[in-house]
């Protein structure tokens, strides 16, 4: 009996329970069949094995893969090697040589809609999380859609492999929800270290913006501890292994899911990696970004070198004084260190698994949650200041940060790239982290399977698909590997056809897909994208054809209006059956997030308060001082 023929239909609810396009509007509605949904997943399994010729066969006749979901966090297009990169990574390259690599992949733009999306199989906006909880306005919290953590009545993927007999293990960053019933302990993970906010320092056990009192580490589910000696990469994976385990619990298939913090910011990294870099990126990001799409075509990623638009967001690199440049060059460098010693502890994690005999049946697949971030917290990006942006430069000396830069990315240094930088990282690609240009929803996806035993690769390995891909096609994709039938329900495309096949797409030209984060708008169908972005666009619709324009350079809303009208009605509807909503013309995701996280802080206000009066007293104190000495005299 093959893998192929052992698959345990695990259905949730009924077709009549849920739509095969939910209608958010009425979400709330939506129930599934009792008992719960673990317990469906799980006695569905059990039952399945207890009926001869149906059950999962004994481990000495076939082999159930391990998967290892590994999940960067702002990472660009064009950030590792076998992208293009100048950034070491050999083991995640390794993995794309004997695996295949994906170039038309796209995510949300932002962090916790596109872990939604992994979790689910599902459209962010079904599962409520349509950004991310600290953006989302005050005119949109009362919707279902936009409630910025994971219902818990949608069943996760670690919910599902684990009702078909999967040890399932997690440690990295969630940002899905931390009350109760929301942890992934509690959403079906067996093992778990959780980061539950946007974002943490990666060296110590401390927030990263002010919004946060602290960093929210969790452990099983119970508030942890981080080691004196922690970096976030290396702690991560050290995780990873001691819940993998050794050869005897590795008897039972793992599904583990690694969420890194590399290399979201404050970028950090140890200066051994930094090192490596400190003469590299001294020509500034128009140079990187000319390179990264030599890069692109050299790997065959892309099929040529492409110039892409110049950024209005980038400053012009000779505008920089030479102490400028000197400090935005090492800079770069660290976020070059943090990719790299991602990818070193990565190899750790592939050299546990060799030693306890699992890597020649593992699955590996990598991705980033979006792309490069660019925005800027710390410092101006102009030619008269590297100065800290106040109020952050205040909030910074509070939280005993620095960016010095002799030891920037190091512990107590606080960085970001900015923007001429995080378009170099996506390659030719337009915009970058929050936009819906190419820059921000594309992302490199890399699936590698094992060497024996177990076949998920194409013969042609190493190979580059450019078939159109949709986050929500990670969870299908996951299940097939495993044996397990997908759902009806789910939305997203299992991509195990064209790493088997010779097939070139899983999509038809007629299958579309739509996005919304922030105001900011995409539908995807066959070659095309139509697409808005509130500020680069200057609010209005575009349409490009990705397979030849993936720069997204010429519009043709203009040359095809047919096409253009008819996808715009498709987005239409989509945007109506998800309860997608508007923003607010003065909306600004970065602003809204420290307003409503400052508000929501106790006691913030209070202390923000005093620390701004402290000078007002101190002087006041040293004025009655001196007088009283004079009157002394």
Same mark, same amino acid.
């Given at each position: ?54 059950? &999962? ?39 794309? $040589? ?97 980061? $539950? ?19 929210? &580490? ?153 792309? $490069? ?149 995409? &539908? ?87 620390? $701004? ?21």
């Amino acid at each position: 009996q093959t893998l192929a023929d052992v698959k345990v239909s695990v259905r949730i609810g009924s077709p009549e329970r849920i739509p095969k396009r939910p209608d958010v509007t009425n979400i709330l509605s939506i129930k599934f069949a009792q008992p719960t949904v673990r317990a469906v997943l799980f006695y569905g399994s059990a039952i399945a094995a207890l009926i001869p010729g149906l059950g &999962w066969p004994d481990s000495s006749q076939t082999t159930r893969p391990n998967i290892v979901l590994l999940l960067a966090d702002d990472l660009g297009f064009s950030d590792l090697g076998s992208y293009g990169s100048e950034i070491d990574t050999p083991n995640i390259d390794r993995l794309a $040589a004997s695996g295949m690599r994906f170039s038309n992949f796209h995510v949300a733009a932002s962090c916790a809609p596109t872990r939604a999306m992994l979790m689910t199989g599902l459209d962010s906006h079904t599962v409520g999380v349509a950004n991310i909880p600290e953006a989302i306005p005050e005119d949109q919290a009362h919707a279902p859609a936009y409630q910025g953590v994971l219902r818990t009545n949608i069943p996760t993927i670690a919910e599902m492999l684990q009702g078909a007999g999967y040890r399932t293990l997690m440690s990295g960053k969630w940002h899905l929800g931390f009350s109760d019933g929301e942890k992934p302990s509690q959403r079906g993970f067996d093992r778990t270290l959780m980061l $539950a906010d946007t974002g943490a320092d990666n060296w110590r056990q401390r927030s990263y913006l002010p919004i946060y009192a602290e960093a929210n &580490w969790f452990e099983d589910g119970e508030p942890t501890t981080l080691p004196e000696d922690f970096y976030s990469s290396e702690y991560l994976v050290d995780k990873a292994i001691e819940y993998i385990g050794d050869e005897n619990e590795a008897q039972q298939p793992f599904f583990a899911y690694v969420a890194f913090q590399a290399v979201h910011i404050p970028v950090q990294a140890p200066a051994a990696f930094r090192d490596k870099y400190l003469q590299t990126y001294t020509g500034g990001g128009h140079d990187l970004r000319t390179a990264r799409s030599e890069g692109l075509a050299r790997t065959g990623v892309l099929p040529a070198v492409l110039q892409g638009l110049p950024m209005p967001t980038t400053v012009s690199w000779q505008a920089l004084s030479g102490e400028q440049q000197a400090f935005e060059a090492r800079g770069m460098a660290v976020y070059a260190g943090m990719v790299d010693a991602m990818d070193h502890h990565i190899g750790r994690l592939i050299s546990h698994l060799d030693e306890i005999g699992e890597l020649d049946n593992t699955v590996f697949i990598f991705l980033s949650d979006n792309g $490069a971030e660019g925005s800027i917290v710390t410092r101006h990006q102009a030619p008269d200041s590297n100065a800290p942006v106040a109020p952050f430069q205040l909030w910074m000396r509070l939280a005993n940060y620095n960016s010095d830069v002799q030891t920037l990315g190091e512990r107590d240094s606080y960085h970001d790239i900015g923007p001429a930088w995080a378009s170099a990282a996506v390659g030719p690609l337009s915009w970058y982290k929050f936009f819906a240009g190419e820059g921000g929803l594309r992302v490199p996806l890399v699936i590698s399977g094992a060497q024996a035993g177990v076949s998920v690769v194409s013969q042609d390995a190493g190979s580059v698909s450019p078939a159109l891909g949709w986050a929500t096609d990670i969870v299908p994709t996951i299940l097939g590997l495993a044996g397990v039938a997908a759902p009806d329900e789910l939305e997203g495309k299992s991509l195990l056809p064209l790493l088997g096949s010779d097939a070139q797409t899983v999509r038809g030209d007629e299958d579309g897909f739509g996005y919304e984060l922030g105001g900011n708008k995409a &539908w995807f169908q066959g070659d095309h994208k139509l697409v808005f972005n509130r500020f680069a666009n200057m609010g209005k619709w575009q349409l490009f054809n990705l397979e030849n324009d993936p720069t997204e350079s010429q519009d043709l809303s203009a040359s095809e209006p047919e096409r253009f009208a008819s996808m715009l009605a498709s987005y239409d509807a989509w945007a109506a059956d998800r309860g997608v909503l508007p923003v607010a013309e003065d909306y600004n995701q970065g602003q809204t997030v420290l307003s409503k996280g400052l508000r929501n802080r106790p006691g913030f206000s209070l202390t923000l308060g005093l620390a $701004a009066l402290t000078p007002v007293l101190l002087v006041v104190f040293l004025a009655i001082w001196w007088r009283r000495r004079r009157l002394g005299a």
